[in-house]
């Protein structure tokens, strides 16, 4: 079945820092690919997407290309902000209509 | 409002009863969601609806929970006979035809004690 693998957190970085949160997935057919962030207490909110092999998503500064030589997503920000502190979750679905499968979510902790 | 609403946002509840949760997805969209989050995991599926038919309840962990949205807009998640091992966050998300992106809702805490 569909999976989605996360690298392990907790991440602590300090801000302006560079970061990388790693995301690799399997699936059959041609998944859409997607970045979503939890602050604490809250739902989850859509960070950005790709949907096809090679696209870019960006959004607030965050970046993820899809790579599917690599069935990778990987997640990056060239300088982090204490307000990007939360939960990552990577996610893939496999049609319109389709459930979405997660990773675990890393946590990030951006420190002044 | 223009986002998914769920309510209500926290729900205590004794062992054995009853809960029902709702779900008010964004306006249009045909597909409806549930998931469950457990505490320090990712959401894990439970059901989807298109429109009002139930198309996938594979990820429903027991006959005690049910859902249900009977006119194709509100939807509502009913535990029966609530266990401890029920406590977590409980998502609704929705999407528009023929879209894969979906809208979450703030999610309701249940805590069964």
Redesign the interface.
């Known amino acids: 079945g569909d999976s989605?693998t996360q690298m392990e957190g907790p991440v602590t970085l300090s801000e302006e820092a560079f970061l990388t949160i790693n995301c690799t997935y399997t699936a059959t057919g041609y998944p859409?690919l997607?970045w979503?962030v939890q602050y604490p207490g809250?739902?989850?909110?859509?960070l950005l997407?790709a949907?096809k092999a090679d696209d870019k998503g960006s959004n607030k500064g965050f970046e993820a290309t899809y790579r599917k030589e690599t069935t990778s997503f990987h997640l990056e920000k060239g300088s982090v902000q204490v307000s990007d502190s939360a939960v990552y979750?990577c996610?893939l679905?496999a049609?319109?209509?389709?459930?979405?499968?997660?990773?675990?979510?890393t946590q990030l902790t951006v420190n002044p | 409002g223009a986002g998914v609403s769920q309510s209500p946002r926290y729900k205590v509840a004794k062992r054995g009863q009853d809960v029902a949760l709702r779900c008010d997805p964004i306006s249009g969209h045909v597909s409806l969601f549930w998931y469950q989050q457990a505490l320090g995991q990712g959401p894990e599926f439970l059901t989807y609806f298109q429109n009002e038919a139930q198309l996938d309840k594979s990820g429903l962990p027991s006959d005690r929970f049910f859902a249900e949205r009977p006119e194709g807009s509100v939807s509502t998640l009913k535990i029966q006979r609530t266990q401890q091992e029920d406590s977590a966050v409980y998502l609704c998300a929705s999407s528009s035809r023929g879209q894969r992106t979906q809208y979450f809702g703030p999610g309701t805490r249940l805590l069964v004690l």
């Open positions: 989605v859409s997607f979503y809250e739902g989850l909110q859509l997407k949907t979750f996610a679905s049609t319109s209509g389709s459930r979405l499968t997660f990773g675990e979510g």
